[in-house]
């Protein structure tokens, strides 16, 4: 053995190496599983999939008003058609025989800023409109100011509009659960008047309406129940990897394979050169 190994092992203990993956979240003996210290057959016997989702993300267990408004919206967010980017690629990925878990992860791996991080975006807008109304700023002049900003840059406001639906079916009924949940006093409603507020204020400018969508909807929920803004993205996935794994298993059960983005028929259009002919000389 090196010196250099003799050494780090004189340096280490059993202690420091047991602590080196060590966790608050769940407790590991043999016959023993605890989650957040409670044992996973009481969990099992006792506790929803989304009590336990919270559980593992919170260190505690949530009210029954939380867990309720929780399921909401990661049942809202399952699927949206293989129309979808993350579902269209796991069903392609299906196709190439790569096996239920690379399908399901080519989905989930598409999952990103542009597609799937919309939520998250939409509570980092709502959390600074919060702050600023915190500091004294009236709330329609918060929400204008941010508006404003984003016209100003050209960009959408995350969590407004869809470029599919005029109205987002999802959008009413969260909203209407939060609203129930606030008037129970399980959530304070200040973000959900926030974004109605950002939905007026845009309706306003552009003398159409831009409903809230889904995005928009869940932030305001996951914004509510006090989760960080980047575990809106992280329950976005969590939830459309459901929709993900249910069209990755039925494409399995296809007889179709090397399923590319266009059937057969259809060939993608092309704008590069003209047909030509290589010089004489490299011929």
């Known amino acids: 053995m090196s010196e250099?190994?003799?050494r780090a092992i004189a340096a280490s203990s059993v202690e420091s190496a047991v602590d080196w993956w060590s966790t608050a979240i769940s407790d590991i003996e043999p016959g023993v599983i605890r989650l957040r210290g409670y044992p996973v057959e009481q969990l099992?016997?006792?506790?929803s999939f989304t009590d336990t989702i919270w559980l593992m993300l919170r260190g505690e267990l949530p009210a029954p008003g939380q867990s309720a408004l929780l399921e909401k919206a990661l049942v809202a967010a399952v699927d949206h058609g293989p129309q979808a980017?993350?579902?269209a690629a796991a069903r392609m990925a299906a196709t190439c025989g790569v096996g239920l878990q690379g399908a399901v992860s080519t989905g989930v791996g598409l999952l990103g800023d542009v597609h799937g991080g919309a939520g998250q975006q939409a509570m980092v807008v709502y959390e600074e409109i919060h702050r600023a109304v915190a500091d004294g700023a009236p709330l329609t002049d918060a929400v204008r100011d941010t508006v404003a900003q984003y016209r100003a840059a050209g960009r959408y406001l995350p969590?407004?509009?869809h470029r599919f639906h005029p109205r987002d079916p999802r959008r009413d009924a969260l909203l209407d659960a939060v609203a129930e949940q606030r008037d129970r006093g399980v959530v304070g409603g200040d973000y959900l008047r926030i974004?109605?507020?950002i939905e007026s204020a845009l309706a306003t400018r552009s003398g159409r309406p831009v409903p809230m969508n889904i995005d928009g909807a869940t932030a305001v929920i996951y914004a509510e129940l006090g989760f960080a803004a980047e575990l809106a993205r992280g329950l976005f996935i969590l939830s459309r990897?459901?929709?993900?794994?249910?069209?990755?298993w039925e494409e399995t059960g296809h007889a179709t394979r090397i399923k590319g983005p266009l059937p057969p028929p259809l060939l993608a259009g092309y704008t590069?050169?003209?047909p030509r002919d290589l010089p004489g000389e490299r011929a």
């Open 241 to 248: 990897s459901v929709g993900i794994l249910a069209h990755a």
């Open 85 to 87: 980017p993350s579902i």
């Open 4 to 6: 250099a190994r003799e």
């Open 272 to 274: 590069g050169s003209t």
């Open 44 to 47: 099992i016997g006792g506790a």
């Open 159 to 161: 969590g407004f509009g």
């Open 195 to 197: 974004a109605i507020e």
